[in-house]
């Protein structure tokens, strides 16, 4: 009775009472307490400003630069948003620098990687096989991936020095003067030497992630594969090495993705003129876009760019997401 006079008048609580399909009744409130408690509506604070900055500073940005290269614009005034072509990427084709810039990047992104995960393995099989010494020297082999690539273009560049650089001291000091070169001024080496200092950067990191993958397998196949009277050589290149599929890759595509970002390394090196022999697509994206003002070429330029940056981590998200890691 008071129940039914509470619910008349609006009484009690203040809770009103849904009928359940097997007579009991659900309280309105507390599912409306119960929604509000959810971990979704609790974790909004947290990502909902991220995601709406994320989105307009990061998506938006690549998306207004696709749209602007589709215009003609020289960065003064207005884009003309009414004409859109495709004579900006009609015009790469045909640019001899965008071509030699293109080639150079794939070359840095292919031989930077693999040169450095190669050195990379060879430091982690030595260092798991238990030389003196090991801490240290694993620190400070990894030390040069903790420098910026404005410091590490500084050091270089007097590395490089043909006047005073350490090595064509060294090379005179041994008696090899002859070898000495115009190593970054000189067409034939410039790139070859952009590529060994990044692979002196980085293949720190390459020797981190396989010593890990190294460490992960079990001591058992060791002993099982000398048992079975394998060579060192032979044990590494048929049973330990194919296990390091997973650190290759991850190792692979994080060394690519510096490979495209190299573009404070050239800067520092060569300014935004390293000629076509060391050019590549970041360095002619600044040039265009902000020493001749040429914003839509410019942009193009950076949606290639993207395009290449979007062709290293599609493949592997997508990988890393149907086996269940992502």
Known sequence: MRRSIRRLFGGGSGNSDDARPDGGTVT????????????FVQSLPFWVPPALLVGLF??????????I??????????????????????????????IAAFRNTLVLLVAFTLASLLVGL??????????????????????????????????????????????NE????????????QWISDPRFKLWAVIFALMWQFSGYCMVVYLAGLRAIPTEQYEA?????????????RVIIPQLRASTTSAAVVLMVFAL????????????????AADILSVMMFREAFSTTNWAYGSAIATVLF????GVIAPYLFVQYRRGEL
Request: no cysteine; aromatic share 14%.
């Open 170 to 181: 060294f090379l005179r000091a041994v008696g090899l003067g002859a070898l000495a070169q």
């Open 122 to 167: 060879a430091v982690a099989i030595l260092i798991d096989r238990g030389i003196r010494f090991e801490n240290g020297f694993r620190t400070v082999y990894l030390l040069p991936m903790s420098l910026s690539f404005v410091v590490t273009a500084i050091f270089w560049s007097w590395m490089y020095n043909p006047q005073v650089g350490v090595i």
């Open 28 to 39: 309105t409130g507390r599912k409306s307490a119960l929604a509000l408690d959810g971990e």
């Open 58 to 67: 990061v998506y938006g940005a690549i998306g207004w630069n696709v749209l």
């Open 225 to 237: 594969a000398k048992v079975d009277g394998a060579s060192t050589v032979r044990m590494y290149r």
């Open 307 to 310: 395009a290449l940056a979007l």
């Open 261 to 276: 970002k190299a573009f404070d390394f050239l800067f520092v090196l060569f300014g935004d003129t390293p000629g076509p």
């Open 69 to 98: 290269s589709l215009t003609d614009w020289s960065g003064l005034g207005q884009p003309d948003y009414g004409s859109l072509d495709l004579s900006m990427y009609a015009r790469l084709v045909s640019d001899q620098s965008f």
